[in-house]
């Protein structure tokens, strides 16, 4: 079982809708990130927060809006989204820079679907 | 920046055949490699990663995957694959003691029984 834990599994939501994505990890680590992942693709890294400061944002379009409320929580604000971003999206979590071998876990997704 | 190439896109295999996918990174540096496998509906779980030491890294469910430098190469192989192997595997790279994971496109797995 992973240690990373996201809610809601699924979800279903309007194009006008606000919804968040919700992500928890208890393996002290200070690194988080939100991926994205469409059907038999890789992950596609959205965000990084390392020390619950936002360190990588790979040109996401606004409409996606991360959080980090403390070091154990990761959240994914979402709103006013369009069709081509259902997908699962990831969260994950590792040590932060400077730990050698560090290894990223995954949470196990939450499948997002805009209708 | 790095990259990870597979080049095994899609692999059809008979249970009990051997399994070798194919990984290269692009990084000269220091790497740490890893191979994930993700099932059907499922999300990304960790088979074996690679820091340091012993070139041949041993995994879960019986995989195995060998460190070749000089190849920049990470091949994950296991010497007979079962039906419940299908699944999309996909190798990753970081440098150092970055926390920067670069993932290759992944290699779908199918295992006919």
């Known amino acids: 079982d992973t240690e990373v834990t996201q809610t809601p599994k699924h979800l279903v939501m309007g194009m006008t809708n606000k919804k968040s994505l919700k992500c928890e990890q208890h393996m002290g680590h200070r690194a988080m990130y939100w991926y994205k992942q469409k059907a038999k693709k890789p992950p596609e890294l959205m965000f990084v927060y390392s020390y619950e400061k936002l360190s990588i944002n790979e040109s996401v379009p606004s409409r996606f809006s991360p959080e980090c409320p403390n070091s154990s929580l990761l959240n994914l604000h979402l709103h006013a989204l369009q069709p081509e971003d259902s997908a699962l999206y990831l969260c994950?979590?590792?040590?932060?820079?400077?730990?050698?071998?560090?290894?990223?876990?995954f949470g196990e997704g939450s499948w997002l679907t805009v209708v | 920046a790095q990259s990870v190439s597979q080049h095994n896109h899609h692999v059809i295999l008979s249970e009990a055949a051997s399994l070798e996918l194919g990984c290269n990174y692009s990084y000269g540096g220091t790497v740490n490699l890893f191979w994930y496998v993700q099932y059907p509906g499922q999300h990304l779980q960790l088979l074996l990663k690679y820091f340091s030491g012993d070139p041949l890294v041993k995994g879960i469910k019986g995989f195995e995957a060998e460190f070749i430098k000089s190849k920049f190469s990470f091949n994950l192989r296991k010497p007979s694959v079962q039906w419940s192997d299908t699944a999309e595997y996909f190798c990753?790279?970081?440098?150092?003691?970055?926390?920067?994971?670069?993932f290759g496109t992944g290699t779908s797995l199918t295992v006919i029984p």
């Open positions: 990753a790279s970081s440098e150092g003691t970055g926390n920067q994971f670069y």
């Open positions: 994950a979590s590792s040590q932060v820079t400077g730990v050698s071998g560090n290894t990223i876990y």
